[in-house]
């Protein structure tokens, strides 16, 4: 299984990024897929969850109306536009996928809310 991040950058408040992850060693539509994030000096936090077929999403109270979570299952890839972004959600973001009973991650990608 890998998974690899990437769309992170510098961004002012109130601006956007789409963060991008790309998935391969297992079948990408058979499974959901997450999105993490972990802020400097705190524990790592589950942001938003898209089901296999894309037909449920969830997510955290704090990214919920500004984030949203979409996947191509062509490209076996998953995305989290984020949008109205805050300094407060400065953090590495992790895609994951739970397989098997275990927990995947790729190495994240950072992103950064500051003017």
């Known amino acids: 299984v890998q998974l690899v991040e990437s769309g992170g950058g510098l961004v002012q408040p109130g601006g956007s990024l789409r963060l991008s992850c790309a998935a391969s060693?297992?079948?990408?539509?058979?499974?959901?897929m997450n999105w993490y994030r972990q802020a400097p000096g705190k524990e790592r936090e589950w942001v938003a969850l898209i089901s296999s077929n894309g037909g449920s999403k969830y997510y955290a109270d704090s990214v919920k109306g500004r984030f949203t979570i979409s996947r191509d299952n062509a490209k076996n890839t998953v995305y989290l536009q984020m949008n109205s972004l805050k300094p407060e959600d400065t953090a590495v973001y992790y895609c994951?996928?739970?397989?098997?009973?275990?927990?995947?991650w790729g190495k994240g990608t950072l992103v950064t809310v500051s003017s």
């Open positions: 060693g297992f079948i990408f539509s058979n499974y959901g």
């Open positions: 994951n996928v739970r397989r098997q009973g275990m927990d995947y």
